[in-house]
């Protein structure tokens, strides 16, 4: 009887599949049914009590089973699966949010990368807070330098540093003459340059302190490029003989990778500086060669500590200068961070804006967007409470379902960022230290992602977070207005960030295209320039070089199509040109300039063909002439401001200048001609005056051997190219030569300001996306949410236009308080774009005109549609669906 | 029936633990033994008995066989596993370090150790 009893009971308590659990659970309450009633207990009344005292079985079956280890994997795959389903219940919404965290995490973590570099990480070198680079500054150098001579005394008597190294002022080239023969850049420092910055060569060793010496053991250092590059990273390359300019040196050592000259510049081999302080007594009028000095501070000691203690050492050097230049030289001393980022630091913080605001957006749009999930899923969360899932369950689906969106956001975005990072290095320009450095960082792509994470799970949450009332079941009362007043404040201030971005990046444009456009004063459509440059250690006299470009200026003339040739030692309107001081030229017959005043004038020695070859007008008296080059008077033509300036109210011609800066010697030079202006300072930078020099037949003319010719051709520059080509070679066919249509190396000066408004209009535009996919999820949303609301009016008549105004109205409130907040931002903070602003005021109005109307537009596009799709809703269906 | 004494968070691991190193047993063997042991003022509730048990199953510390009982019915049987048995020794350490630190507490030193 008991027996039966208990298998009744089994297939009462035990309709599922058994297992082990079961059978013991079965166990257990035989044991206590069989107990009860050998008390004398009559057996249903056991049977009660016993299942009364065991508690609930399912419970504990459960309970069992969350002991397994992983038990909460299959949870979590659960609310996975759960979270993946509702997705594909709501397209809309999920790609909202995967399009904004895709853009916002990738458009940030790339530029963020880029600006990382400039900002804020830490140079390469060990401890680089504690490296500065001194010397003195000039108005025509502003990158410290030192002469060699007052070097040599300021390594004996410096006391603020620890270490004090120098190195060449520029790169030169030089040629490796081996059986393919190149030519590469070359460079010279000290042995205690390297110890300085922390280095130690990626193979071999540094210079010895006795290879750093006068006549020294001919040795040089390689850069890793060099290595890999022409040696193929031969490890037998330590102690071989190398010819560098005909004179064979033994390669010491292989400098590191990644190693980046304190300068940025880029150098091939690098020998030892060898400072000679009795040649550094002699040259250059006594002063010593320049030479870039970098220095280790001592512990304890500040930069303006620094710069006190080596006050007196300067103030010493300053009473040998020409009282002249007195004014005008002063000491710095500053941070090689400093040094290195300055110009490019005014980009980097304003990109770094654009980065916060695009964030920022990306954020609003996340929290904005999930929380008009949250409020549209009440009812839903209601429903699972009210079957009995507990309230951490229901987070833990929130949190779920926010974790798998920013996972995959986060994915694509940093695919975004590495595709980005590719596009920026191509559209780069080279004067952008650091870019090409620039790698996808993964603690920036953790940031970007943990913010942007943060943003949706903290709004997923806040929903989430409250206890779903039963009121929430009967879907008559909606909540979602709770939240209302923060949803719209989140898409004001969107609106409010794009107006500021938009207008930012609008005003760059504007500023680029006035680059574009502007007057340079010279013709660069059909004109070649080619850059020749001759090895000094074969053309070490000046009757070689002069021998050479007249030659070459005679071939090229002869060219087919050729219309002027002309021979210079800079181009304008950028790149390396000789700059003197105004006050330094002495008209005869007037009293000298005062010292420091007048700024810097650029001086270029000229064939007679230079002005015709660019086209730059003779506004008043004569061009060169060839005959010009035998005469034995020097003639030199001013531009208009340099004729303005020295001869105000004067007719300049037949002036004669006297003899110091740009001219040498002799009897002085006589004004001939005045030409038009031309852009000589860079594309944006104020022009100044220019002088032209003649180069005549004489030796005396013809220092330097970096010429460059310039070709007016009526030809197109594809076919001559070649020919140059040739005409070079058949002077001397190991000469290299670099030649470049005058236009694209203008192209090339525009980079910059190319790829800054690039950059930031890419980010505007980003900025806007965001925004305008931020308000129509919200128009969108509150129409869904107000559909019953809709129903009703239009029941009570209400026509198709009143609703839509109804909607509209709504958007365009938020559209015109964004716009208004964004604006006067926009005014405020507009001046920090000054210094990247070429000819364009920061309060343009045709910008902050043009851009809010555009705005203004898409925004009603975003909110048109939605509301139309509002309008389209059937009275009956909606009042019936309740 | 006397009132049950809410259990120790980790005290129940340790009855357990105390009542298998005696000999095997299976799950109401072991309520059956503390309950006894303790003169009825602990008693186990079944809900979180199999729960302990599945758990120091998982930790490794008892292990589960099925065997045949003095009446020839099935049961699951658990047995003290040889890192069960340090554990029992450690957990009796903390025990009573713990029981003697709340005696000493409570003011009851003495007597505790009386």
């Known amino acids: 009887m008991i027996s039966e009893l208990l298998t009744r009971l089994r297939f009462l308590t035990f309709r599922k599949r058994r297992t082990e659990l079961d059978e013991e659970i079965e166990f257990h309450l035989e044991h206590a049914i069989a107990t009860r009633i050998a008390a004398g207990m009559d057996p249903a009344e056991a049977r009660r009590q016993a299942l009364i005292e065991f508690g609930g079985i399912e419970s504990t079956r459960e309970q069992c089973d969350r002991q397994r280890p992983a038990w909460w994997i299959g949870t979590v795959m659960q609310d996975v699966?759960?979270?993946?389903?509702?997705?594909?219940?709501?397209?809309?919404?999920?790609i909202s949010v995967l399009i904004t965290l895709t853009l916002g995490i990738g458009?940030?973590?790339?530029?963020?990368?880029?600006?990382?570099?400039?900002?804020?990480?830490?140079?390469?070198?060990?401890?680089?807070?504690?490296?500065?680079?001194?010397?003195f500054v000039h108005s025509v150098e502003r990158q410290e330098f030192v002469m060699g001579r007052f070097y040599v005394e300021w390594q004996k008597n410096q006391t603020p540093f620890s270490t004090i190294a120098a190195q060449s002022t520029m790169v030169h080239n030089c040629d490796l003459v081996e059986n393919n023969p190149v030519q590469l850049n070359c460079i010279s420092f000290q042995a205690s340059f390297l110890p300085l910055f922390g280095i130690s060569p990626a193979l071999g060793r540094n210079f010895l302190p006795e290879e750093d010496l006068p006549n020294g053991p001919p040795v040089v250092m390689i850069s890793y490029g060099l290595w890999k590059g022409h040696y193929n990273g031969d490890l037998h390359i330590l102690d071989r003989l190398i010819t560098v300019d005909g004179?064979?040196?033994?390669?010491?050592?292989?400098?590191?990778?990644?190693?980046?000259?304190?300068?940025?510049?880029?150098a091939d081999i690098v020998s030892p500086f060898a400072l000679d302080p009795a040649v550094q007594q002699k040259v250059n009028a006594g002063f010593g060669d320049p030479e870039r000095v970098f220095a280790r501070l001592k512990p304890g000691v500040s930069v303006e500590q620094a710069y006190a203690q080596m006050l007196p050492l300067f103030n010493d050097d300053l009473k040998s200068f020409p009282p002249s230049a007195k004014s005008e030289t002063h000491l710095s001393i500053r941070t090689l961070r400093d040094r290195e980022t300055q110009d490019v630091r005014p980009v980097a913080w304003v990109l770094f804006g654009f980065v916060l605001a695009v964030l920022l957006i990306a954020c609003a749009n996340v929290a904005g967007l999930m929380m008009a999930r949250g409020a549209g899923r009440q009812r839903e969360l209601a429903v699972r409470s009210a079957i009995g899932a507990s309230r951490g369950r229901l987070i833990r689906q929130a949190l779920t379902e926010a974790v798998v969106l920013s996972f995959a956001g986060g994915l694509a975005g940093l695919v975004t960022a590495q595709a980005l990072l590719i596009v920026f290095d191509r559209l780069a320009p080279t004067g952008i230290p650091f870019i090409s450095k620039a790698h996808l960082d993964l603690r920036i792509a953790v940031f970007t992602t943990l913010i942007s994470c943060l943003c949706g799970v903290m709004f997923g949450l806040a929903t989430a977070l409250q206890k779903p009332r039963l009121a929430a079941l009967n879907a008559k009362t909606s909540m979602s207005r709770n939240h209302a007043f923060l949803r719209r404040s989140l898409v004001t201030v969107q609106i409010a960030i794009s107006i500021i971005l938009l207008s930012g990046a609008a005003l760059l444009l504007r500023s680029f295209t006035r680059i574009e456009e502007q007057n340079l004063g010279m013709q660069t459509g059909g004109v070649l320039t080619v850059k020749v440059a001759l090895p000094s250690w074969r053309y070490n006299t000046s009757q070689k070089v002069m021998d050479f470009y007249l030659r070459l200026e005679s071939s090229l003339r002869r060219l087919p199509g050729t219309?002027?040739?002309?021979?210079?030692?800079?181009?304008?309107?950028?790149g390396w040109q000789s700059d003197f001081r105004f006050a330094d030229l002495h008209v005869q017959g007037k009293p000298p300039i005062p010292p420091g005043t007048g700024g810097t004038v650029v001086g270029r020695s000229v064939t007679p063909d230079y002005l015709r070859a660019l086209n730059i007008p003779i506004v008043r008296g004569r061009n060169f002439a060839d005959q010009d080059r035998t005469g034995d008077e020097r003639e030199v033509i001013l531009s208009r401001l340099l004729a303005e300036r020295l001869f105000p109210g004067e007719d300049p011609i037949g002036k004669l200048l006297l003899p110091g800066a740009h001219i040498s010697s002799g009897a002085g030079a006589i004004v001939v001609g005045v030409a038009d202006n031309a852009k000589n300072n860079g594309l944006t930078e104020e022009s100044d005056p220019e002088m032209y020099t003649l180069r005549r037949s004489l030796l005396d003319d013809w220092s330097g051997n970096h010429l460059i010719a310039i070709v007016d051709s009526a030809m197109t520059m594809a076919a001559i190219e070649p020919w140059v080509r040739s005409e070079v070679s058949s002077i001397d066919c190991t000469i290299p030569v670099e030649m470049e249509p005058l236009n694209q190396s203008l192209n090339r000066l525009a980079d910059r300001p190319r790829f800054e408004t690039t950059l930031l209009g890419f980010f505007a535009l980003t900025g806007l996306v965001l925004a305008v996919v931020g308000l129509y999820g919200l128009i969108a949303f509150m129409t869904t949410q107000r559909t019953h609301e809709i129903g009703v009016r239009m029941a009570l008549g209400a026509t198709r236009s009143d609703i839509l105004y109804l909607i509209a109205n709504d958007g365009l409130r938020m559209v015109l308080v964004g716009l208004t907040i964004g604006l006067g931002t926009a005014l405020a903070v507009s001046r920090m774009l000054k210094t990247l602003l070429f000819q364009v005021s920061v309060y343009d109005p045709l910008t902050y005109i043009t851009i809010p109307l555009l705005l203004s537009l898409v925004a009603l596009v975003a909110i048109l549609i939605p509301a139309r799709a509002g309008t389209r809703v059937d009275p009956a269906v909606t009042l019936r669906a309740e | 029936m006397p009132q049950s004494t809410d259990l120790l968070q980790g005290t129940l691991d340790l009855l357990i633990l105390q009542t298998l190193a005696l000999e095997p047993m299976?799950?109401?063997?072991?309520?059956?033994?503390?309950?006894?042991?303790?003169?009825?003022?602990?008693?186990?509730?079944?809900?979180?008995?199999?729960?302990?048990?599945?758990?120091?199953?998982?930790?490794?510390?008892?292990?589960?066989?099925?065997?045949?009982?003095?009446?020839?019915?099935?049961?699951?049987?658990?047995?003290?596993?040889?890192?069960?048995?340090k554990q029992l020794t450690t957990e009796l350490a903390t025990w009573d370090r713990l029981s003697?630190?709340?005696?000493?507490?409570?003011?009851?030193a003495t007597e505790a150790a009386s």
């Open chain 2, 26 to 85: 299976h799950g109401w063997g072991v309520a059956q033994r503390i309950q006894q042991l303790s003169k009825d003022v602990l008693q186990i509730g079944q809900g979180s008995l199999y729960p302990a048990l599945y758990r120091l199953e998982y930790k490794g510390w008892i292990r589960s066989e099925w065997q045949i009982t003095e009446n020839n019915r099935r049961a699951k049987y658990y047995r003290l596993t040889q890192t069960g048995k």
């Open chain 2, 100 to 108: 003697s630190a709340i005696a000493s507490v409570l003011g009851r």
């Open chain 1, 563 to 574: 219309r002027a040739v002309g021979i210079t030692d800079s181009i304008p309107p950028g």
């Open chain 1, 107 to 135: 458009a940030t973590t790339a530029v963020f990368s880029v600006v990382d570099r400039i900002l804020f990480r830490p140079l390469p070198y060990s401890n680089p807070s504690r490296i500065v680079s001194v010397g």
């Open chain 1, 81 to 94: 699966h759960y979270a993946f389903r509702g997705f594909g219940r709501n397209p809309l919404f999920t």
């Open chain 1, 247 to 266: 004179h064979p040196a033994r390669v010491v050592g292989v400098l590191p990778k990644d190693f980046q000259f304190p300068t940025l510049e880029e």
